[in-house]
């Protein structure tokens, strides 16, 4: 073997290597079964502009545009930093309300069918983060962008404390780090192609 077709497949190896380091070590995925987490059918999700759930319900107690800027700032930072690309759509529900004293900040719920997610939610619950002395934008920006994470396949990751996924901080605002998106990647590699924005 020649010294180039020698150099060719170790600068291959190094560069897989390097590459499958960093997507064995992003896990934390929503497991649907076995090894298979909980994604979309492609990476094109729609989205609806955040809302009150219940519109005329029980009053809400902060601003209803600081939980408009939040989710809007958590679907940029998801839209741009990662592999998803979300579009104007009805798939994803983003919604803010008064849900109870029940024990969460941020709820999301997928509703699959098998693995493949067809239509999410993502609500912030202002039973809660209505105490402005309590609860900061950042922290309420860092609900948004964690509920939203979730409608994509991913679990918390309590290891990092530079990303919304962590749920044992809320300072981490509107971020996403490096592990999220090589997670992403990793759910989503050769689903790439578009799923529209219905």
Request: include cysteine; proline fraction near 2%.
């Amino acid at each position: 073997m020649n010294r180039r077709v020698i150099l060719y497949l170790c600068t291959i190896f190094a560069v897989g290597l390097a590459v499958g380091t960093g997507i064995v070590l992003a896990n934390h995925p929503w497991i649907c079964s076995g090894n298979t987490a909980y994604h979309w059918s492609g990476t094109t999700v729609g989205y609806a502009s955040p809302v009150e759930e219940r519109a005329g319900g029980r009053a809400i107690g902060r601003n209803r545009q600081d939980y408009v800027n939040a989710f809007n700032g958590s679907v940029s930072v998801w839209h741009t930093g990662t592999v998803m690309n979300l579009v104007s759509g009805t798939q994803l529900r983003l919604y803010y309300d008064t849900y109870g004293r029940n024990g969460w900040l941020g709820l999301a719920t997928i509703y699959p069918s098998g693995c493949i997610i067809t239509r999410a939610t993502s609500k912030a619950n202002d039973s809660y983060l209505r105490d402005t002395s309590r609860y900061s934008q950042t922290n309420v920006d860092h609900v948004a962008c964690q509920e939203v994470g979730h409608t994509f396949g991913l679990d918390h990751n309590r290891t990092e404390t530079n990303t919304c996924m962590n749920d044992t901080i809320l300072t981490a605002g509107n971020k996403i780090n490096q592990h999220d998106k090589d997670q992403l990647a990793s759910i989503y590699a050769g689903l790439r192609s578009a799923q529209g924005g219905n």
